[in-house]
């Protein structure tokens, strides 16, 4: 008699079990851990919500017109303003004991794309075409920490250029 009820129990168990694995892997992931907690929000404020410098994407990610890369803006970028501004800060501190020993931050990729995928992926034509930054990395200027917003999977790839019109050659993404 006990046999049944502890087969049941194990089921259910299980159940639960794959259930709540389902729908963390659903979820979107956890910002990786960065060497300084860089908050986008601050920096790319809109008029009337915040007394930040409103940058644009381009202003830091300055080459995602001009090459392959984006860029993650290097130190001497930071401290042009950081010289002056919020110096009092244990994160801008941490920018600048970088910036002196005339080094760059560890960061963490929050994107990319797996080796086997075989992908060429350029910034430049997707910029160039019109595709807003946030199409893919999601709201970053409301963003306090950067996770990855989409799983970028050659479907959703697809359906996007599908969707504007741009082709789906093979040999577009993959050479």
């Known amino acids: 008699m006990r046999r049944p009820r502890t087969i049941a129990a194990l089921v259910i168990l299980a159940l639960l079990g794959g259930g709540l694995l389902l729908i963390r892997a659903s979820g979107r992931p956890e910002p990786p851990p960065q060497p300084i907690a860089f908050d986008h929000w601050l920096h790319v404020s809109k008029p009337g919500e915040q007394d930040g410098p409103q940058l644009e994407c381009s202003a830091c990610h300055e080459y995602a017109d001009k090459s392959a890369h984006a860029t993650i803006p290097n130190t001497e970028t930071c401290m042009l303003c950081h010289q002056s501004t919020k110096t009092e800060s244990p994160e801008i501190?941490?920018?600048?004991?970088?910036?002196?020993?005339?080094?760059?931050?560890?960061?963490?990729?929050?994107?990319?794309?797996?080796?086997?995928?075989?992908?060429?992926?350029?910034?430049?034509?997707?910029?160039?075409?019109?595709?807003?930054?946030?199409?893919?990395?999601?709201?970053?200027?409301?963003?306090?920490?950067?996770?990855?917003?989409?799983?970028?999977?050659?479907?959703?790839?697809?359906?996007?250029?599908?969707?504007?019109?741009?082709?789906?050659?093979?040999?577009?993404?993959?050479?």
Not at 96 to 109: G, H, K, T
Not at 121 to 149: L, P, Q, W
Request: net charge positive; hydrophobic share 35%.
């Open 93 to 175: 501190q941490k920018l600048a004991a970088f910036a002196e020993r005339n080094s760059q931050p560890p960061w963490r990729r929050v994107y990319w794309f797996e080796k086997e995928a075989d992908v060429f992926f350029t910034h430049k034509a997707h910029i160039r075409a019109g595709v807003e930054c946030a199409a893919c990395h999601g709201d970053v200027a409301n963003s306090h920490r950067i996770r990855r917003e989409t799983d970028m999977t050659m479907g959703w790839c697809i359906d996007c250029h599908r969707r504007r019109g741009a082709s789906v050659d093979c040999y577009v993404c993959h050479r």
